[in-house]
C-alpha cells in the first residue's frame, strides 16, 4: 500500500499510518522549509510538495491511503478561534477534500488528526465535506494518555472511506484513568530556567492527578512540584 501525505510535519502521522497499514510513502507536502528538509533526508527520492495551493492532484502519483494533519489554529483552545470555515489556516481542511477528489483513482482510505474541536464542535461541517466526495468517516477522541504517555493530549482522528457511509464516533477515550504529567499550555512560557515554576502548572499538578516521580529514574524535576 501506497500512503500520501497533506500537512505533513515531520511525518508524524504518516509513520504511523505507515505502521499500521504496512504501506510506504509516495508523496508529501508540506510548506515549512525545515520539514522539507527533514522529510527529504529520511526519505530521499520521496516526491516532497511545498504548498496545497499550487499542488496539481494530475501530477501526484495514486496512493490507497491519504493522510493529513489539516491546520488547528484557528479552531483548538489554545488559538483565536476564528473557526474551521473563517480561519486562514483551518479553512485549509477544506482544499485538502478538494484535493483529494481531485485525485485519480480516490485513494480507499483518508486518515485525519486535529484537536478535538475538529469532532467536538465541527463534526457537521467535516462530514459533509468528505460525505460530498463519497467517503463515510469513522470517528475516533483519544489522548496521548491512551497510548502510554503520561499526559492528556487530547486528539481527534478521522478515518474515511471511500464508498461507505459514516459510522459516527465509534470510540471515546478522553476520560482514561490514570497517573498525568500537566499538559503545557501556551500560558506556561516563561524565560529559560523559570519553567517549573509557571502558575497554570502548579495549579493543575495540585488540582490534578499527580505522577508518581519515584517512576521516573533521575527525575530533574523541582521540589516545589
Not at 527529504?40 to 511545498?50: E, F, S, T
Not at 489556516?89 to 480507499?108: C, E, G, H, M
Request: aromatic fraction near 8%.
Amino acid at each position: 500500500m501506497r500512503v500520501g501525505s497533506v500537512f505533513s510535519g515531520i511525518l508524524g502521522l504518516d509513520w504511523a499510518v505507515c505502521e499500521h497499514y504496512n504501506a510506504s510513502m509516495a508523496f508529501a507536502i508540506e510548506r515549512d522549509p525545515f520539514c522539507r528538509t527533514l522529510i527529504k533526508k529520511r526519505h530521499p527520492g520521496l516526491v516532497v510538495h511545498d504548498d496545497l495551493l499550487t499542488a496539481d492532484p494530475a501530477l501526484f502519483p495514486p496512493v490507497d491511503i491519504l493522510a493529513a494533519s489539516p491546520p488547528c489554529q484557528d479552531i483548538t483552545v489554545a488559538g483565536r478561534r476564528a473557526g474551521l470555515i473563517e480561519g486562514a489556516r483551518s479553512s485549509l481542511f477544506f482544499r485538502f477534500v478538494y484535493f483529494a477528489s481531485q485525485l485519480s483513482p480516490k485513494p480507499r482510505l483518508i486518515v485525519m488528526e486535529n484537536t478535538p474541536a475538529f469532532i467536538r464542535q465541527y463534526r457537521g461541517l467535516v462530514e459533509k465535506a468528505l460525505n460530498h466526495i463519497d467517503y463515510g468517516c469513522t470517528l475516533v477522541l483519544c489522548t496521548a494518555q491512551s497510548a502510554g504517555a503520561p499526559h492528556k493530549r487530547e486528539r481527534a482522528f478521522v478515518v474515511a472511506e471511500h464508498g461507505t457511509k459514516n459510522q459516527g464516533l465509534v470510540v471515546d477515550l478522553t476520560s482514561t484513568p490514570g497517573p498525568l504529567w500537566p499538559t503545557p499550555m501556551a500560558s506556561d512560557h516563561r524565560p529559560r530556567g523559570d519553567i517549573h515554576r509557571t502558575p497554570s502548572v502548579k495549579r493543575r499538578m495540585k488540582n490534578g492527578r499527580q505522577l508518581n516521580l519515584s517512576m521516573v529514574a533521575g527525575s530533574s524535576l523541582s521540589p516545589d512540584w
